[in-house]
Antibody, heavy 119, light 108 residues
């Protein structure tokens, strides 16, 4: 059974930093590309970042480029999102997600972790 | 960026009735379209991919159709667990996914 468990969310001041983690199990993590997707309170879904299985290919949404860094540790079956220079508009539930190939939709989502940026 | 739109924003339906949701892409995305259901307080769940293929474990009351820029999700007989928000997502520009704003299906 695929499991994605996010952690690291919380309350942070504007301009601050936070690091999210996602522990993955139930599939071959090292061969799977991963994404972070976020959802502001009461709003829709926004793709944030992508990383390939080998970390050789990385993409970011324009809204976070230059501030967020995605990474992974295949030995630990873990995905990360380092978030710097946080803004009020970064307040959201952040989901760790995985798909089955390219192109493919998102097959599985974690339960999400809430990041709140206070001003 | 491919922009996705959904209509209606809210759909009021009685349990057991049929619901039809629409999704439109700003440019052709072939059949690279997925539908998700999100219940309150939960993560989205994949229902349909490839515009018309049900994901594993999804009941037959869910069906999808369309290609190019126009897509439809039909729920043939709404059950209590189907009152939720539905999102369409394009993955033609993978992995730069974009989602529609959602359609909320509520009880009439």
């Amino acid at each position: 059974e695929v499991q994605l468990v996010e952690s690291g969310g919380g309350l942070v001041q504007r301009g601050g930093s936070l690091r999210l983690s996602c522990a993955a199990s139930g599939f071959t993590f090292s061969r799977s590309s991963m994404n972070w997707v976020r959802q502001a309170p009461g709003k829709g879904l926004e793709w944030v970042s992508y990383i390939s299985g080998s970390s050789s290919t990385i993409y970011y949404a324009d809204s976070v480029k230059g501030r967020f860094t995605i990474s992974r540790d295949n030995a630990k079956n873990s995905l990360y999102l380092q978030m710097n220079s946080l803004r009020a508009e970064d307040t959201a539930v952040y989901y760790c997600t995985v798909g089955s190939g390219s192109p493919s939709p998102i097959d599985f989502w974690g339960q999400g972790t809430l990041v709140t940026v206070s001003s | 960026e491919i922009v996705m739109t959904q209509s209606p924003a809210t759909l009021s339906v009685s349990q057991g009735e049929r619901a039809t949701l629409s999704c439109r892409a700003s440019q052709s995305i072939s059949s690279n379209l997925a539908w998700y259901r999100q219940k309150p307080g939960q993560a989205p769940r994949l229902l349909i991919y490839g515009a018309s293929t049900r994901a594993t474990g999804i009941p037959a009351r869910f069906s999808g159709s369309g290609s190019g820029t126009e897509f439809t999700l039909t729920i043939s007989s709404l059950q209590s667990e189907d009152f939720a928000v539905y999102y369409c997502q394009q993955y033609n520009d993978w992995p730069r996914f974009t989602f529609g704003p959602g359609t909320k299906v509520d009880i009439k």
